[in-house]
Nanobody, 120 residues
């Protein structure tokens, strides 16, 4: 059974930083595309970043480029999202996901989400 558990969300002032973690079991990150997506209140899900296994590239949504960084510790089967210079519009529930196809087109597994709230 695949389980993904996010942590690290919270309340932070604009300009601050947070580091999200995603601990996985039942799946090995090496084999699949991994990434983060978010859902802000009243909005659709939005892909934030994904590491593709199809082409080996990392894709960031334009709005977070230069501010967010994805990383992973495959030995711990944990991925991270370092978020710097946070903005009000980054407020959302953040989810980590695993894409079995590896192309970052859609996630097959995701966690329960962690709330990130950026205040002014």
């Amino acid at each position: 059974e695949v389980q993904l558990v996010e942590s690290g969300g919270g309340l932070v002032q604009a300009g601050g930083s947070l580091r999200l973690s995603c601990a996985a079991s039942g799946v090995t990150f090496d084999d699949y595309a991994i990434g983060w997506f978010r859902q802000a209140p009243g909005k659709e899900h939005e892909g934030v970043v994904c590491i593709s296994r199809s082409d080996g590239k990392t894709y960031y949504v334009d709005s977070v480029k230069g501010r967010f960084t994805i990383s992973s510790d495959n030995a711990k089967n944990t991925m991270y999202l370092q978020m710097n210079s946070l903005k009000l519009e980054d407020t959302a529930v953040y989810y980590c996901g695993v894409d079995l196809v590896g192309s970052c087109m859609r996630y097959d597994y995701w966690g329960q989400g962690t709330q990130v709230t950026v205040s002014s």
